[in-house]
C-alpha cells in the first residue's frame, strides 16, 4: 500500500514540477518563423519610400490683455494678420482688460499642449504662479509688449518697447514746447501696467533733474481709454483750469479724450495746452495736422513679425536674447501731414 502511495506522489510531484518549467513568457517555438509568408519576411521587406516629414504646423497661445485702444488694435492685428501669413495655428483670447481672463486663457494653452505661449501682461504683478505651471508644463512662454514682475527663468525674452524712455523722450520735448517753465497735469495708463509705471518715472525723472521750473501739478489714471482720458480731464480743467499749460498722456487715445475736455472747456488744445503723448497711432497725426496735439512719440505696435521670429527660433532649438526692443522715433506737428500716409496703423 505504502508502495502504491509513494509511487502516486512521485507521479504527482513529476506533473507539477513539469508545469512550471515553461516561463510564462516562453519565445515562439522556432517552427513559427518557418509560417511567415514571401512578402512579410524581414530580409525581403520593401520600406516604404521615405517621404520628407511635413514641417509640423506651428501652435501658439497668445493671451491678449484687451482691446482699449487704437495701438492694442494695431497689436492684435499684427499678431493675427502674421500667424495667417505663416500658417501658424494661432489660438487668440483677448481678456478685456482683466488678469483674471488672461491666465484663464493661460491654463487653457498649457492644456492644449500648444508650442509656444505669448502674452501681454495687463499689469506687473500676480503672474509667478501661473507661469511657473507652463514652466512645469515644459511650454516656452513670451512677453509681448509688456512685462511681468517675475523671475527671468519663467520667460524665454520680453519683445517689446522702453517705455521709461519713451517717458524722458516726452518730458524734453513738453519742456522745449513750454520753453523750460510751467504746469503740466498728466493721464496715466492703466494703473501698474510697466507702460504706465515706466513711462511716468522716465518723464518724471528728466523734469526733475533738468526743468526746475516746470512742475507736475496733477497726475491721474486715464486707464489709457479716451472716454477716461476725456473724464480726467475735465475733472483737471474743473479744478486748475488756465493754470494748465501742459498734458503729459501716456497714450493717444488719452490725449484724444483730453482734446475733447479742453475744446469743450473753452480753450484751445496744442495752443494754450501744449499737448505730449505716445504711441504715433495714425489718430495722433491727425490731431497733429489739426493743430490740437504737439507730439507724439512712437510705441511700435507691429509686433507679430518679431513674436513669430522669436516662436519659430525656439522651436528650432535656437538662442534667442532675453531682451528684443522695439524700433521706435518721435513725430511732430511740423511733419505731420507729410508722415500720415506712410503709417500702418
Ligand atoms: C504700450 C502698450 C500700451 C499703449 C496703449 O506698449 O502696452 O497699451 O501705449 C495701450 O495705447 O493701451
Known amino acids: 500500500m505504502k508502495k502504491i502511495f509513494a509511487l502516486l506522489l512521485t507521479g504527482v510531484m513529476m506533473m507539477t514540477i513539469g508545469g512550471?518549467?515553461?516561463?510564462?513568457?516562453?519565445?515562439?517555438p522556432a517552427a513559427?518563423?518557418?509560417?511567415?509568408?514571401?512578402?512579410?519576411?524581414?530580409?525581403?521587406?520593401?520600406?516604404?519610400?521615405?517621404?520628407?516629414?511635413?514641417?509640423?504646423?506651428?501652435?501658439?497661445?497668445?493671451?491678449?490683455?484687451?482691446?482699449?485702444?487704437?495701438w492694442r488694435t494695431a497689436c492684435t492685428n499684427s499678431v493675427k494678420g502674421e500667424a495667417e501669413t505663416r500658417g501658424i495655428d494661432l489660438k487668440f483670447s483677448d481678456a478685456?482688460?482683466?488678469?483674471?481672463?488672461?491666465?484663464?486663457?493661460?491654463?487653457?494653452?498649457?492644456?492644449?499642449?500648444?508650442?509656444?505661449?505669448?502674452v501681454s501682461p495687463v499689469v506687473e504683478s500676480g503672474w509667478e504662479t501661473v507661469f511657473k505651471e507652463v514652466k512645469d508644463a515644459g511650454i516656452p512662454l513670451v512677453l509681448v509688449d509688456r512685462k511681468?514682475?517675475?523671475?527671468?527663468?519663467?520667460?524665454?525674452?520680453?519683445?517689446?518697447?522702453?517705455?521709461?524712455?519713451?517717458?524722458?523722450?516726452?518730458?524734453?520735448?513738453?519742456?522745449t514746447l513750454l520753453n523750460g517753465k510751467g504746469?503740466?497735469?498728466?493721464?496715466?495708463?492703466?494703473?501698474?501696467?510697466?507702460?504706465?509705471?515706466?513711462?511716468?518715472?522716465?518723464?518724471?525723472?528728466?523734469?526733475?533733474?533738468?526743468?526746475?521750473?516746470?512742475?507736475?501739478?496733477?497726475?491721474?489714471?486715464?486707464?489709457?481709454?479716451?472716454?477716461?482720458?476725456?473724464?480726467v480731464m475735465e475733472a483737471f480743467l474743473k479744478s486748475d483750469g488756465k493754470n494748465i499749460q501742459g498734458l503729459y498722456a501716456h497714450n493717444d487715445d488719452m490725449a484724444i479724450g483730453a482734446i475733447q475736455a479742453i475744446e469743450e472747456y473753452g480753450l484751445k488744445p496744442g495752443e494754450d495746452i501744449k499737448i505730449v503723448s505716445v504711441d504715433a497711432v495714425k489718430g495722433a497725426f491727425e490731431a497733429m495736422i489739426a493743430g490740437k496735439l504737439n507730439v507724439t512719440v512712437e510705441c511700435n505696435p507691429l509686433?507679430?513679425?518679431?513674436?513669430?521670429?522669436?516662436?519659430?527660433?525656439?522651436?528650432?532649438?535656437?538662442?534667442?536674447?532675453?531682451?528684443?526692443?522695439?524700433e521706435e522715433g518721435i513725430y511732430r506737428q511740423e511733419t505731420a501731414a507729410a508722415d500720415l500716409p506712410s503709417r500702418q496703423y
Open 96 to 118: 478685456q482688460q482683466k488678469q483674471e481672463n488672461q491666465i484663464k486663457a493661460i491654463r487653457s494653452f498649457i492644456a492644449q499642449k500648444v508650442d509656444v505661449i505669448g
Open 20 to 28: 512550471c518549467s515553461k516561463p510564462a513568457s516562453a519565445p515562439a
Open 303 to 326: 509686433l507679430g513679425p518679431q513674436f513669430f521670429d522669436v516662436c519659430e527660433s525656439i522651436v528650432a532649438g535656437q538662442p534667442v536674447e532675453k531682451y528684443i526692443p522695439s
Open 183 to 231: 504746469n503740466i497735469v498728466e493721464l496715466q495708463g492703466t494703473v501698474g501696467s510697466s507702460a504706465a509705471v515706466e513711462r511716468l518715472d522716465g518723464f518724471k525723472e528728466v523734469i526733475e533733474a533738468k526743468y526746475p521750473d516746470i512742475k507736475i501739478i496733477k497726475s491721474q489714471t486715464g486707464d489709457f481709454t479716451r472716454a477716461k482720458g476725456k473724464e
Open 148 to 175: 511681468a514682475d517675475v523671475p527671468e527663468d519663467l520667460y524665454v525674452c520680453f519683445l517689446g518697447s522702453d517705455f521709461k524712455e519713451e517717458g524722458k523722450r516726452a518730458a524734453e520735448e513738453m519742456a
Open 32 to 70: 513559427d518563423a518557418a509560417t511567415q509568408t514571401a512578402e512579410t519576411k524581414p530580409e525581403e521587406a520593401k520600406p516604404e519610400e521615405a517621404k520628407p516629414a511635413e514641417a509640423k504646423q506651428l501652435v501658439v497661445g497668445y493671451s491678449q490683455l484687451g482691446a482699449e485702444s487704437e
